[in-house]
């Protein structure tokens, strides 16, 4: 029987790439896909069904990594991971194990301030930092963000003559209002955590020193900043080895998606293939201590401000008397052709001549 040899056999496999945060302090984060074509648009591909463990030179060994199927990542806690040691990634996919460097645990300097700056732009995200001459000149940032999401009606302010259309409409809905419940439709909140590279150099400068590096923007018309949104940074320390990855897939995302960009194959890293070492891999782990700091921003306190609207509004039906267009409307509805849509009167909160069809997301957060 033909069988290709493991180097053979790598040159016609997607190459694997693993990206790790060994964070002390925190839990650590962890992304394993496969590349694709330098040119390719879409994201590369995750692999869902990796063994991700995190171990000690000592013998210590974590519990296997959760994968979180929303944001395509394996995460393990490690709030109390022992200093005593030198750690390293393991990973096992479809038989193989791949394996980082071992690592002592890199510090990270402290955060001076954390804090925003608004303009007619929109509202620029500050940190500043510093070290002592022999800590490390080498940052890096990731953050996780949260915000407060609220569609422009609440459906629940309704008068009571029009429970029955809501009851057919949105049967979910009114089980829990009769309940006793709140409106699931009313408060939601997004997340997100950062996918573009941040990092900072100081070994140049005459100081360890950053001051006032702006992180990123969030435009005035971005839901985030419509109600309440809070960022928290994390700030790693970086070895001079990891900080020239990290630069060099910097230099090379520019202008693309960052982190989760298609990679060049020549950007190796630390981690390696421990079962078969012909076998290719990509990508970098690092050790590090985590300074955590976190802002809040509430859209009253902002001088310059757009909401941004996501709910798409049709003709309303004027030239219908009210009760012809309650029935014409709803008999539309339950033939499917108004499928997705409410028919309202925002202004007096009921069903009217001067109703019109909002879309879903007019009335749902969760269709924000």
């Known amino acids: 029987e033909f069988r290709l040899s493991k180097a053979e056999e790598a040159d016609f496999m997607p190459n694997l790439v693993i990206e790790g945060h060994i964070m002390s302090g925190d839990q650590s984060v962890i992304y394993v896909s496969k590349t694709v074509p330098i040119g390719t648009v879409e994201r590369p591909e995750s692999v869902i069904n990796a063994v991700v463990t995190i171990v000690g030179e000592n013998g210590y060994a974590t519990e296997k990594a959760e994968f979180e199927i929303e944001y395509d990542r394996y995460v393990i806690p490690t709030y109390n991971l022992p200093a005593n040691t030198r750690y390293a990634l393991k990973v096992e996919v479809d038989g193989e194990i791949y394996q980082s460097e071992f690592q002592s645990i890199q510090s990270s300097n402290e955060i001076d301030e954390f804090y925003y700056k608004e303009n007619e732009n929109g509202v620029d995200i ?13 940052y890096m940032w990731t953050y996780e963000e949260d915000w407060e999401i609220h569609p422009e009606i609440d459906i629940t302010a309704i008068k009571h003559g ?7 409409v949105y049967p979910e809905l009114a089980e829990v209002m009769e309940k006793g419940g709140e409106n699931p439709y009313y408060n939601c909140w997004g997340k997100n955590y950062s996918s573009l590279i941040h990092i900072y150099n100081t070994s140049n400068l005459s100081e360890n020193t950053v001051k006032g590096h702006k992180l990123f923007t969030i435009p005035l018309d971005d839901n ?34 960052g982190l989760f960009t298609p990679m060049p194959t020549e950007v190796k890293g630390n981690i390696k293939c421990i079962s078969h070492p012909e076998v290719k891999v990509i990508g970098n782990v690092i050790v590090s201590q985590v300074i955590t700091r976190r802002i809040f921003i509430d859209a009253d306190d902002l001088s310059y401000k757009e909401t941004p609207s996501f709910c798409k509004i049709e003709e309303g039906i004027a030239s219908y008397p009210d009760y012809t ?17 409410f028919i309202w009167n925002k202004q007096y909160m009921e069903i009217n001549a001067g109703s019109l069809l909002y879309s879903r997301p007019c009335i749902d957060c969760r269709s924000i």
């Open 126 to 138: 500050y940190i500043s930092s510093h070290g002592q001459s022999n800590d490390t000149p080498y």
């Open 162 to 168: 029009h429970w029955d259309y809501v009851k057919s």
């Open 224 to 257: 985030r900043i419509s109600f309440l949104y809070s960022v928290l940074i994390k700030q790693t320390g970086l070895t001079e080895s990891s900080y020239k990855h990290y630069h060099t897939l910097q230099l090379y995302s520019e202008g693309s998606s």
């Open 325 to 341: 267009a309650y029935t014409k409307l709803c008999g539309m509805w339950m033939n499917k052709k108004l499928e997705g849509y």
